[in-house]
């Protein structure tokens, strides 16, 4: 915003546009350099001028022309610092709104996103929480800058394991178990699987027999498939809703069944498919990447051309003009081949297919092997998270009403928050504890400086005293008022930026420094204190209400609940 303003307050001196300007504009690294900088270098060529000279000529005219900026100069950058009272009260009121911070960038652009996409015979692991947590987050940045967005679970409902999962089941399960935990239950039989297949190779063969049963359509196998999705669904559906997340659909990998064989025969008419030892391949060799399996020796299908049809649906069906895959770093090579083959087959809309990597997560140190059944239960996370947070607030606030729901909301905002705050190519080793914690840089120390505003804004009446007094920045002047403004005026630079990289963190460092600037300025004096007038409470509680409003909204996009009382 003040890049902005900044940029229309120059235009009469440059030739170039304000949205030229704009692009050449910059913040200053610190405060005492001034608010919005001008680097003249570029000009220096044009006018045939030094850069400082010509930027001492645009200050002086800068500053006779008008007394809301003051413009300084130093080593050939014009520099401008804010002073009106005007630009203070303008922030704050377009803070306040609603939408602030939204924008229309992607405008008639629509993303197909994939994440989550747990697979149904094996437990949901931390993977597929990553995938659903930086996915859902990257859903709301989408939509705030004006994309449509399409969320798709592409539940792993096909392939091999199920072979495994049959045959186990009818060796060794137990309905009424199955019924009871699905998941645990599916978990067991399949690390009874692995433990057995070791002793009895047999095993395998078995399995993939029951998969070819199942992809012939034999009732049996059918019937007992389907019921593993259902009671699997079941269990996924409460992490969901426990996690705020809804998925436009759930077209999962068995949803492309019959639309590989179209693919096949387009591969086969454009002579991309080799035969290797039996089994079906695209060479790559061309991009330095190993082939494409797309048939296997028995002609089954495998993941890799579910892929292909998956990516041609999206495109023609769902009408994508981007689709980005939500999953972990070690795909990273199937996604490289898939698309190398989309662009192989002429599909030169396969550059708008993304795959966004992230990291491994672990829990203290502790890394997870579905095969030998070390697992950690996502839901036993959630349990803990929140049962931690009901502890931290029954010491600090233990008559608050409806805390059971509250600390609901601040362990599970504290599992997202310390996922969203990384780069998510780094691996996380989470730390429960730390996570959990009010202080330091936390979804509930976030949580938290919102509750308080919320408090702070009761206390003070504001929806009362704001329909009777004017907001009025010239209370707002002080360095710690105006830092924190300034850090609000950047909020829809935030969420571009997040776009741009795919990176929900740089949402989650901006609420952080917001929050960090907020307490310094609500610490720098009371500000319901006796004898103040009117118009300076209200300027200041509206700051404080722009603020929270930001802090809600942002969280909301990382999909975190924003409690209005801890
Ligand atoms: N179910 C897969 C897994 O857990 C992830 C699927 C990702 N999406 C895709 N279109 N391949 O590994």
């Given amino acids: 915003m003040l890049l902005r303003s900044a940029a229309s307050i120059l235009s009469p001196y440059f030739a170039e546009s304000p949205a030229q300007l704009l692009a050449m504009l910059e913040t200053p690294p610190h405060e005492e350099m001034g608010d919005v900088s001008l680097p003249c270098f570029a000009y220096a060529k044009i006018r045939k001028q030094a850069p400082q000279a010509i930027a001492e000529q645009i200050a002086e005219r800068v500053n006779a022309d008008r007394s809301d900026v003051r413009a300084v100069t130093a080593g050939g950058y014009l520099n401008l610092f804010f002073q009106g009272g005007h630009w203070r009260t303008e922030i704050v009121e377009r803070a306040l709104d609603a939408d ?43 939509r705030a800058t004006g994309h449509k967005v399409v969320n798709v679970n592409h539940i792993g409902d096909w392939g091999t394991q199920f072979g495994k999962l049959i045959v186990a089941y009818l060796k060794w399960g137990d309905k009424a178990v199955l019924d009871r935990e699905p998941i645990r239950e599916s978990l067991r039989l399949y690390v009874e699987f692995h433990q057995q297949a070791e002793l009895d190779p047999g095993l395998e063969d078995e399995a993939r027999e029951a998969f070819a049963k199942l992809e012939q359509g034999d009732a049996e196998t059918r019937e007992l498939w389907q019921y593993f999705i259902d009671e699997s669904m079941k269990e996924f559906q409460r992490v969901y809703e426990r996690l705020g997340v809804s998925f436009d659909s759930y077209a999962g990998e068995s949803f492309y069944n019959d639309k590989i064989a179209p693919v096949v025969s387009k591969l086969e008419d454009l002579s991309l498919l080799e035969e290797d030892d039996g089994a079906r391949i695209v060479r790559l060799e061309e991009l330095n990447l190993p082939p494409c399996l797309v048939l296997k020796k028995d002609g089954s299908t495998i993941y890799a051309v579910r892929d292909l049809a998956t990516a041609i649906y999206r495109k023609d069906v769902l009408g994508a003009d981007e689709i980005l895959y939500v999953v972990g770093a070690e795909q990273s090579l199937h996604f490289q081949q898939v698309f190398s083959v989309l662009g192989k087959m002429g599909y030169d809309w396969a550059s708008g297919c993304r795959h966004i990597p992230f990291g491994l997560m672990t829990f203290g140190g502790k890394k997870m092997s579905t095969r030998r059944g070390k697992v950690v239960f996502l839901e036993e996370v959630l349990d803990e998270a929140t049962d ?77 005293l704001l329909k009777q007094t004017a907001v009025d920045g010239t209370y707002l002047s002080s360095d710690s008022a105006w830092a924190c403004i300034k850090t609000l005026s950047r909020y829809e630079a935030a969420i571009l930026e997040a776009v741009r990289l795919d990176e929900p963190f740089v949402v989650a460092k901006y609420l952080l420094s917001l929050a960090k600037d907020f307490n310094r300025f609500y610490n720098s004096g009371k500000i319901l204190a006796d004898g103040v ?15 929270a409003n930001v802090l809600k909204q942002g969280l909301n996009l990382l999909g975190i609940q924003a409690p209005s009382e801890m």
Avoid: W
Avoid at 109 to 135: C, E, Q, W, Y
């Fill in 388 to 464: 931690r947070a009901l502890r931290i607030i029954d010491a600090k606030n233990p008559g608050l009403a409806g805390k059971e729901a509250i600390a609901e909301a601040v362990g599970v905002g504290a599992i997202i928050f310390g996922d969203l705050k990384h780069h998510r190519q780094l691996s996380v080793d989470f730390d429960l504890e730390e996570a959990v914690s009010f202080d330091g840089e936390t979804g509930p120390y976030l949580q938290y400086a919102h509750a308080r505003i919320c408090t702070l804004l009761e206390k003070g009446n504001y929806e009362k």
């Fill in 100 to 142: 602030y911070g939204r924008s229309d960038i992607g405008q008639g652009k629509r993303v197909v996103i994939d994440m989550s996409s747990p697979n149904i015979a094996k437990p949901f692991s931390i993977g597929h929480l990553r995938s659903t947590m930086i996915g859902n987050a990257l859903v709301h940045l989408y």
């Fill in 533 to 547: 007038s009117d118009a300076e409470i209200i300027s200041k509680l509206s700051l404080s209400a722009a603020v």
